[in-house]
């Protein structure tokens, strides 16, 4: 898109921790995915041409829904955000939330191959982690960690 000034924009990622009795969502992305094809990731998606209130919330809902076929409570906390380049070059914003399970059985729907359910434990000793996961593992210990201790 081109603007006035000429300004470059990142696409912005929404994606989920989604748990569920002390378990927590991971998704494969399908071999048709243009970043990471294959990889274990979270269950997300980019924010489209929309307006209104709560669009990162609502986004996030929409693509677990769409992606693994779960619905999330209200409850969403943003607990790690950072950036990359996609395989295109492509400058992407992350945004890693926490949600909670609502409804729904997991399932490999939209651009998904698999899906599974971890503990904490588990997810920290998961060897196909690739890196950007194992981050992601990091920084949801360490949230639940402050989170635990503030109870």
């Known amino acids: 898109m081109e603007t006035k000034d ?3 924009f990142h696409i ?18 399908s ?10 990731s979270l269950p997300g998606g980019k924010i489209e041409h929309s ?24 409850t969403i906390n943003l607990i790690y955000n950072d950036s990359f380049k996609r395989i295109d070059r492509a400058p992407v914003v992350n945004l890693t939330f926490l949600c909670k399970w609502q409804a729904g059985e997991a399932q490999a729907l939209e651009d998904t191959a698999a899906v599974k359910w971890f503990t904490l434990e588990e997810l920290k000793n998961f060897d196909e982690a690739e890196d950007f996961l194992k981050k992601e593992i990091e920084h949801l210990e360490n949230y639940l960690k402050v989170s635990n201790n503030r109870e």
Do not use: H, S
């Not at 912005?12 to 992305?29: C, I, S, T």
């Not at 071999?31 to 274990?40: F, I, S």
């Not at 307006?51 to 209200?74: A, H, M, N, S």
């Open 6 to 8: 000429n300004a470059q």
């Open 12 to 29: 912005v990622l929404v994606k989920g921790w989604v748990e569920k009795d002390g378990k927590f969502l991971l998704a494969q992305r």
């Open 31 to 40: 071999m048709r995915e243009l970043n990471k094809p294959g990889a274990w």
């Open 51 to 74: 307006f209104g209130p709560e669009i990162l919330q609502r986004t996030l809902k929409d693509e677990i829904k769409e992606e693994v076929g779960l619905e999330i409570t209200d």
